[in-house]
């Protein structure tokens, strides 16, 4: 049996990587992906970015750390770290989350309680560097020696450990290796979160070194903040857009379908993930349906960052996260409407609803609520005329980790499911116990190197095991079978899972929001509003 | 020797209450937080804490008093507490090793608790009388002797799950083989300490509690109660004050999910005027803006909002 990989292994001055998880044994999948040689090879790394790009972790490639040009550089990026791992203890730069920060790095008993409850670790086949509690022992010594300044009694106390580039990039790497689910804290006895300590590493690579994938940061919230949407639309496309999809809705429904625009004192602004209204334009219009026929008043918003709700700031970036924030807020205050409704996007849920709380203040604090539970109650009213045999075929319910385990929106989903889907039937484990689907944190929208593959054969293989054993009574492929995934971020890693391991070519397994199964229901409607087409 | 022991049991008093009590002032003055809580929160109402539910699934839930269910919290707290339910949940094998060794730090404590107060009640001239002291002398050394077996096993059988476990080791700090290894030695010595001492528990007490050195303490007794002081000073000094920790972890992280009051409002009102110094170019913090600054502006717009 190998060593354990220690810490003491980052700060290695090879370019080698720590491990290759490429060449490592991975969980077994239960049928008909039992037999390992028949999965997706595992791509390799280039050699051409293994010579361009430092952090050598894993075999795969999150932030493209160039090389430093020589020890001078290595020694001011060190320095530069150093400064952001004091900033990160501040009250004054931190405050946000100093105090959970904090209790972890003074409590955690170094159980590995929480290695047994994570994704990752388990589908790596138990890999060290992916227990939750490496990355934090990492910047609990760094913590007690630095920051504590505790010298040789913090070394005897809680570990030793050196710190050079190659310790900081691998950190780097490091930090994006976890859905930031926090199944991992949920577990812990002791109440101490290493999933926290993921999201204030992020934090301290980009807030002081202006390191973060492109995908979340040049490509998300800059983006957001230039254009409107990370997108790319401004709001003169996403208007377009909209039209075009309440046309094709319109003609598919036989009913007249019209998203209405900045309409002053409505009493609903719903905020789409205007990835939705580019990957799934089903999503929102089936949202149209509904809140037409229910007889909502309700507007979108053309404001800046208003007709988009992602606000990837929550998992790297507390700035960013704030402005995006402040600008949803604001679009409902200039609107005057009632409540803010969020579209079928997890993060996008916890971040205006729970961590954006305190800091809504005044006029800003504008009722914020799910579309989960909107939909709840629109279909308990009976305002809708819906049939159950519409959806008589095999639906589970994944449970996005932000909605369910770090909000408590758990039942609404369920409700409605129950009431309309004869054959729904539960992963297990679900609810607050739930898996993330493995795109959680932004893996969904990062695929650069061979990181798909990591993100589909590793972070993602707990739940297309669930998926599977949820299905294991009807996966012939003449009966098309639907995950249930209310989330944006979450249906774009059930769209690459079900295409990587060919679930919808072989066993017509296919995926999308709750909406649609509330209009595929109505009886209002012409049938099949569901599609049974990969998309 | 016994006045070297009974200074060592004041002082070992004094430095856990004190490093205990500033250890959670240190938590409570930490600024508050933005909501990071995690379900399921036990003091929601009861059928939706049954599911790990919160407000957000009631209709209209901004406009409905928020749910207080102390029975609920109370019902996890407990068997966390007492049987370290969570541990027992997730973790059995490590369980069966560390509940022991609390279970016997519990004992240990509720023995030397009841001598104490005991003891006080005699100082304080309301003496117990000899069937009552004669009890409690009996119920004490029952728990003590019981505490200490426990808590010895419990310490030896961790220690070996440090040594032994290839996972557990690779995490280990020379400290933490120590502080098992300390407890594994204090709470034998202290344990035959008190068999060997002619004097009973309670009396002893009384003498430590008057500071009467006058009849001196068997050796190994004076050791063992010297060394455990020492312990019990250090012990909030360490990780292991997560008695103070878990408080905080559960109420101020985990199930904060309180709605904003005035005096809230205020203190965050406080922390967006901080001034940041994140030297990231798109954070825009020169260290004269402030957070509310920061927040308000635009990184694509030069600043502007």
């Known amino acids: 049996m190998s060593r354990p990989t220690r810490v003491s292994d980052l700060s290695r001055r090879d370019r080698e990587e720590v491990t290759r998880i490429d060449k490592a044994p991975l969980a077994p999948l239960p049928p008909p992906l039992d037999d390992p040689a028949a999965l997706p090879a595992f791509s390799s790394l280039s050699d051409q970015a293994r010579e361009r790009y430092d952090g050598a972790l894993d075999g795969t490639i999150a932030l493209n750390l160039p090389v430093p040009s020589g020890p001078d550089e290595e020694r001011t990026l060190v320095a530069r770290f150093l400064a952001g791992l004091d900033k990160l203890f501040e009250r004054e730069n931190n405050w946000m989350f100093l105090e959970p920060l904090v209790l972890t790095m003074e409590h955690c008993a170094k159980c590995q309680t929480c290695s047994e409850a994570c994704h990752v670790f388990e589908a790596a086949g138990g890999e060290d560097i992916y227990r939750p509690t490496f990355r934090a022992e990492i910047l609990r010594r760094l913590y007690f020696k630095h920051v504590r300044t505790g010298g040789l009694l913090a070394a005897w106390h809680h570990g030793d450990i050196t710190v050079n580039w190659p310790l900081v990039a691998r950190l780097a790497e490091l930090s994006y290796r976890c859905n930031l689910c926090r199944r991992c804290a949920q577990a812990c006895p002791l109440g101490a979160d290493n999933g926290l300590v993921t999201h204030e590493l992020r934090k301290l690579f980009s807030q002081e070194m202006g390191i973060a994938p492109k995908e979340l940061h040049d490509n998300g919230s800059m983006l957001q903040l230039r254009a409107g949407s990370s997108t790319g639309m401004t709001p003169a496309v996403v208007r377009d857009n909209v039209e075009f999809i309440d046309e094709d809705i319109g003609e598919k429904t036989g009913l007249e379908v019209k998203t209405p625009w900045d309409v002053e004192g409505a009493d609903v602004l719903l905020v789409h993930n205007a990835g939705e209204i580019m990957a799934w334009p089903e999503n929102p219009g089936a949202f149209a349906v509904i809140l037409n026929a229910a007889g909502i008043s309700w507007t979108m918003s053309s404001e800046l960052a208003g007709y988009d709700s992602i606000n990837y700031g929550l998992w790297y970036d507390d700035a960013q996260f704030a402005r995006v924030a402040i600008r949803h807020a604001e679009a409902a205050r200039r609107l005057k409407v009632k409540k803010i409704v969020l579209g079928e996007c997890g993060h996008a849920h916890k971040a205006l609803m729970v961590v954006a709380d305190r800091v809504l203040s005044g006029d800003l604090d504008i009722p914020r609520e799910s579309c989960l539970t909107l939909f709840r109650d629109i279909v308990a009213s009976g305002r809708l005329k819906l049939d159950p045999s519409r959806n008589d075929f095999p639906v589970t319910l994944h449970d996005p980790c932000n909605v369910v385990r770090l909000m408590g929106v758990v039942e609404p989903q369920r409700e409605i499911l129950r009431a309309i889907c004869p054959q729904f039937r539960e992963m297990a484990p679900r609810g607050v116990d739930n898996y993330c689907c493995g795109g959680g944190s932004g893996f969904a929208i990062m695929s650069g190197h061979n990181f798909r593959d990591w993100r589909l054969q590793v972070a993602g293989r707990k739940k297309v095991e669930q998926v599977l054993e949820a299905f294991a009574d009807c996966l012939d492929p003449s009966i098309p079978k639907y995950i249930c995934a209310p989330c944006s971020n979450c249906k774009g890693q059930f769209r690459d899972a079900l295409e990587y391991f060919g679930l919808w070519r072989d066993h017509r397994i296919l995926y999308g929001g709750l909406a649609e199964l509330i209009v595929n229901a109505m009886t209002d409607v012409k049938p099949g509003f569901i599609e049974w087409e990969w998309h | ?305």
């Open chain 2, 1 to 305: 020797m016994t006045v070297l022991s009974f200074l060592l049991i004041w002082l070992g008093l004094g430095v856990f209450a004190a490093a205990s009590v500033a250890r959670a002032v240190r938590y409570a003055r930490a600024p508050v937080h933005l909501r990071w809580e995690l379900y399921p929160v036990p003091h929601e109402a009861p059928e939706r804490a049954a599911h790990g539910g919160s407000r957000y699934e009631e209709p209209e839930w901004w406009a409905k008093p928020p749910s207080k269910n102390l029975l609920g919290e109370l019902a996890y707290m407990l068997p966390e507490m007492l049987l370290l339910a969570g541990l027992r949940q997730h973790n059995r094998r490590l369980w069966y090793r560390s509940y022991p060794f609390h279970l016997g730090l519990y004992l240990v404590a509720a023995a030397g608790a009841l001598l104490g107060t005991g003891a006080m009640l005699d100082v304080a001239g309301v003496p117990l009388g000899d069937r009552a002291a004669h009890v409690l002398t009996a119920a004490c050394d029952l728990l003590g002797a019981a505490g200490v077996v426990l808590g010895t096993g419990g310490a030896l059988a961790l220690l070996h799950a440090r040594l032994t476990d290839a996972k557990l080791a690779a995490y280990s700090a020379p400290a933490d083989y120590f502080n098992l290894a300390l407890f594994a030695g204090v709470l034998p010595l202290a344990g035959l300490g008190f068999l060997l001492e002619p004097a009973p528990s309670l009396l002893v007490a009384a003498r430590v509690v008057r500071f009467d050195t006058a009849a001196p303490l068997h050796p190994v007794l004076a050791s063992g109660l010297a060394l455990a002081s020492l312990t019990a000073a250090y012990i909030p000094l360490t990780h292991m004050s997560h008695f103070v920790g878990k408080w905080f972890t559960y109420h101020n992280v985990r199930w904060d999910d309180g709605p904003d009051g005035e005096r809230l409002r205020a203190r965050m009102a406080e922390y967006l005027t901080y001034r940041p110094t994140w030297s990231a170019p798109h954070i825009l913090a020169d260290g004269t803006r402030s957070w509310r600054d920061v927040a308000g502006s635009n990184p694509t717009r030069g600043g502007e909002r």
